[in-house]
């Protein structure tokens, strides 16, 4: 038997290109990949993180950001402990879809499933979004925020490590028994 005290189930969503493979391979493998190719349909991977002496193994959902693939990745967003939302903040496009993003979120996932915004590209030195805009749509939303780079590998781990922690929290647990 596997040694694990919880299994979450994270999905990743946002527009094509903003990073959210290299986000999961970062977390799961330690790379940055050159040369990503767009993903189609969904994707998955697994990493067990320990918070405070407990095993939980996430199941890292990674969605097609593309148009073309939403009705596919929608039904992966119903078993989702929690959504992460992505943008690049390199990039204006992105960050104008996520009430897009997030009415796709309150008609498919679960009310209570823990929504993060993550704003990535944080190496780039042509930021469009300051971090206030982004920390603003968060709190507006009420989603957690945090900047990241898959790139630098910053905030990368501490993201994923957050989540782990948020979700042994009671009341998202009980939720999904
Ligand atoms: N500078 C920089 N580039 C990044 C970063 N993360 C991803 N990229 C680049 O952005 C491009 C798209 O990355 P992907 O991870 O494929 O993007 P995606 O969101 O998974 O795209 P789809 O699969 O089409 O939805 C690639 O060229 C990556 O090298 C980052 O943190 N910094």
């Not at 959210?20 to 391979?25: A, I, P, Q």
């Not at 990745?73 to 897009?100: G, N």
């Not at 630098?152 to 501490?158: A, L, R, Y």
Request: proline share 4%; with cysteine; charged share 25%.
């Amino acid at each position: 038997m596997e040694d694990y005290k919880y299994l979450f189930k994270v999905v990743l969503i946002g527009n094509a290109g903003v990073g959210k493979t290299c986000l999961v391979r970062r977390f799961t493998q330690g790379i940055f990949p050159p040369g990503q190719g767009a993903t189609i349909g969904v994707d998955f991977m697994i990493k067990t993180v320990e918070i405070d002496g407990l095993k939980i193994k996430l199941q890292i959902w990674d969605t097609a950001g593309q148009e073309r693939f939403r009705s596919i990745t929608q039904s992966y967003y119903r078993s989702a402990h929690a959504l992460i939302l992505v943008y690049d903040v390199s990039a204006q496009p992105t960050f104008d879809c996520l009430p897009v993003w997030l009415r796709e979120v309150e008609e498919y996932a679960s009310p209570k499933v823990l929504r993060v915004l993550v704003g990535n590209k944080v190496d780039r030195d042509d930021r469009e979004i300051p971090p206030a805009v982004g920390e603003a749509f968060s709190r507006m939303n009420n989603m957690y925020f945090i900047e990241t780079s898959a790139k630098d590998c910053s905030n990368v781990d501490k993201l994923f490590q957050e989540i782990a922690r948020e979700l042994i929290q009671v009341e998202h647990f009980l939720l999904f028994q």
